[in-house]
């Protein structure tokens, strides 16, 4: 067993430290490429006129966000940023419930300040995860009723 470490440990340690940097450096990109406010459309995907074409790219979307997922579990115990990798490999995927997920991780401010800190950073727009409408007469204990947190342009909650 020791022997196994004297011959590759260094390998193993340098392929670790290029896929931690290359997660980092990854995830950043992805968060940069997002559109502002792609929280608040239902990423439906496109339509192809061939059904071929459309289920293989559904395919090919799917399998890297179960890549991206299953690189993220295994980042919350390894370096990485584990939180945010599983929260792109959902955005990426298709199927049902996904946007109850995706609402639920959102939730954690510290993600929210996480992937803002990084588009401000590039300097890009933060991003945008739900609209608040001040309606006349409307008050802060009328947004807590409706039993979502209300969060602003920079992902701050403001049913506070």
């Known amino acids: 067993m020791q022997e196994f470490f004297t011959d590759w440990g260094g390998w193993i340690f340098g392929a670790s430290v ?5 997660s980092l450096w990854f995830v950043s990109w992805l968060i940069i490429r997002l559109p502002y406010d792609y929280f608040l459309t239902h990423n439906v995907g496109v339509r192809h006129a061939n059904h071929l074409v459309h289920y293989l790219w559904l395919l090919v979307r799917n399998l890297f966000g179960i890549l991206l997922i ?4 295994a980042m919350l ?4 940023q584990g939180v945010i990798t599983i929260l792109l490999g959902l955005s990426l995927m298709a ?6 997920i995706l609402r639920w991780i959102l939730e954690r401010k510290s ?3 996480t992937m803002n800190w990084i588009r401000r950073k590039a300097k890009k727009p933060p991003l945008v995860f739900e609209l608040v409408l001040g309606f006349e007469g409307s008050s802060n204990d009328d947004r807590q009723q409706l039993g979502r947190s209300r969060l602003d342009v920079t992902g701050n909650d403001v049913a506070k």
């Not at 290029?18 to 290359?22: K, R, T």
């Not at 115990?77 to 990485?80: A, E, K, Q, T």
């Open 77 to 80: 115990v390894l370096p990485g």
């Open 18 to 22: 290029l896929m931690f940097l290359g």
């Open 111 to 113: 993600v929210r300040k």
């Open 95 to 100: 199927f049902p419930g996904k946007n109850r």
């Open 70 to 73: 299953a690189s993220g579990v």
